[in-house]
């Protein structure tokens, strides 16, 4: 499978993965479609492959190439038409005393530590599985198996957020010298992609989620770049409401930019 219409892709190869358990959907199988090879997807590669709605994880770009389904939708933020609602000021007001450091893509230990923590919270009920269905695969092995489980979330987090092949930063927030939120964000020739983002979930009151995206707006209006993109966006998933907020910005229907 190619993309002819792009010259800038015509040497990539693309195939789509076997159905897998979608994360946003219940009771739903999700496939990929991946570009191949990654040695050729470099920063103006990737550049022309997220105008047409793919994403990276890690080295690999991908898109939803879902059978029966397309609630997937691609979004992007206009930067210079953002106006941001009266929450959206106070979430910036309350954490504009971060400090900010953009940084390159590589492991910290204090990041990792972070993430794990930030996981346990967000996604607790997956790790419960995962967890439980490792107990009960395991023999008496003393001790060994959790920390090959250990090693095992260490190299998914290298390999999802610290290896890159286009142009990528990191960018630590903290307070008072505490590390408080990572962002792991991509630089493209429209605009800047928000990959991942973690941060410390013990500070119940704070809003480091609204005010990160707040923070990538003015940062894409001070490269001058036209847009934030935001990744996939699904009308029936509470996880993606969030990015419905922002206004206003672009969805890519049928293979093309609309206002959303």
């Known amino acids: 499978m190619s993309l002819p219409s792009d010259k800038p892709l015509q040497k990539l190869q693309f195939y789509v993965t076997t159905g897998y358990p979608c ?48 609630e997937c939708v691609s ?6 038409d953002f ?29 990792f530590a972070l993430y794990n923590a930030y996981q346990m919270v967000r996604h607790n009920e997956a790790l419960l599985e995962k967890q439980r269905q490792a107990a009960d695969q395991s023999t008496a092995q003393d001790g060994t198996d959790q ?33 408080k939120m990572v962002s792991v964000i991509d630089i493209v ?20 989620g609204t005010y990160n995206i707040l923070w990538q707006i003015e940062w894409t209006k001070i490269l001058h770049l036209p847009y ?13 409401v969030y990015k419905e907020k922002f206004q206003p910005q672009e969805r890519l229907v049928d293979g093309e930019w609309l206002i959303g």
């Open 23 to 70: 994360g946003y959907l219940p009771n739903k199988l999700a496939q990929s479609l991946i570009a191949s090879p990654q040695h050729l997807i470099d920063a103006s590669v990737y550049s022309g492959l997220i105008q047409q709605g793919f994403r990276r994880s890690g080295k690999f770009a991908y898109r939803p190439h879902c059978e029966s389904c397309r």
């Open 75 to 80: 979004v992007r933020v206009i930067a210079d």
């Open 83 to 111: 106006k941001p609602t009266r929450s959206q000021k106070r979430a910036y007001k309350q954490h504009q005393n971060l400090e900010t450091t953009v940084m390159p893509v590589e492991y910290h230990e204090e990041h």
């Open 147 to 179: 920390e090959c489980a250990e090693q095992d979330e260490e190299d998914q987090y290298r390999h999802f957020l610290c290896q890159t092949n286009v142009e990528s930063v990191m960018v630590e927030f903290r307070l008072a010298g505490k590390l």
């Open 189 to 208: 020739i429209d605009g800047i992609s928000a990959v991942y983002t973690f941060y410390d979930t013990t500070d119940t009151q704070a809003s480091y």
């Open 228 to 240: 934030l993109y935001l990744g996939y966006w699904i009308k029936d998933s509470r996880k993606m």
